[in-house]
């Protein structure tokens, strides 16, 4: 079955800079690539979405790239802000319903 | 409803007793799904509705694990003979029919086995 892994577990930066998480899945037939922030106590919530026959996705400060032939992919957070601070889980999709998660990363955005 | 609506929020009870977690799913949505976050893990795949059937139930870890789905709607999750390694936060979600996308999650039941 899929197998998705994500890095890194936790990231810590500063307030402004760029941040980048990556997923690799295994399945080649994945077809469908949701990214899910969650904050703390609250639940997982869509920020951007992607399929595979896109390359890149952008929504204001957020995008997410896809790369078919390595099998992955990866959210970049441009001009971090301390209310991006969260739990980001990347999954994958290769049926019209189970999503597999990555084992998230808890991002630290300092002030 | 607006949401995904799970109850009871927080559920505390003794090892070996049976539990029982409710959802409630969007109105319209006939998929639903129940997954699994142990403290600072990942999200796990424990099952798939759609409709009244089940026709994915391969994440559940145990046979004392059980889920139905009455009128196409609310889901009650059943844990029997509960193990302190069952505690975590169960958390359901639902979406369209065929799409997963627009996967919408409930606030979840955070469950502690003592």
């Known amino acids: 079955g899929e197998n998705v892994e994500q890095h890194p577990s936790t990231l810590s930066v500063q307030e402004g800079d760029s941040a980048v998480i990556k997923c690799t899945y295994s399945d080649s037939a994945s077809n469908y690539f949701p990214w899910y922030k969650q904050e703390l106590g609250k639940r997982p919530q869509l920020i951007i979405d992607?399929?595979?026959?896109?390359g890149e996705k952008k929504d204001q400060r957020i995008a997410v790239t896809l790369n078919k032939t390595a099998k992955h992919f990866s959210l970049h957070i441009t001009e971090t802000q301390p209310e991006d601070s969260a739990v980001y889980f990347c999954a994958a999709s290769t049926s019209s319903y189970k999503l597999i998660f990555g084992s998230g990363t808890r991002l630290l955005v300092r002030p | 409803g607006a949401g995904v609506s799970q109850s009871p929020s927080n559920k505390v009870t003794e090892k070996g007793k049976d539990v029982e977690l409710r959802c409630d799913p969007i109105s319209g949505h006939t998929a639903l799904y129940w997954y699994r976050q142990s403290l600072g893990q990942g999200l796990e795949f424990l099952i798939y509705f759609q409709g009244n059937s089940a026709p994915d139930k391969s994440g559940l870890p145990s046979d004392r694990f059980s889920a139905e789905r009455t009128g196409g709607s609310v889901s009650t999750l059943t844990i029997q003979r509960t193990q302190q390694e069952d505690s975590a936060v169960y958390l359901c979600?639902?979406?369209?029919?065929?799409?997963?996308?627009?996967?919408?999650f409930g606030s979840g039941t955070r469950l502690t086995v003592v």
């Open positions: 979600a639902s979406s369209k029919p065929g799409q997963s996308e627009g996967y919408t």
């Open positions: 992607i399929r595979s026959n896109v």
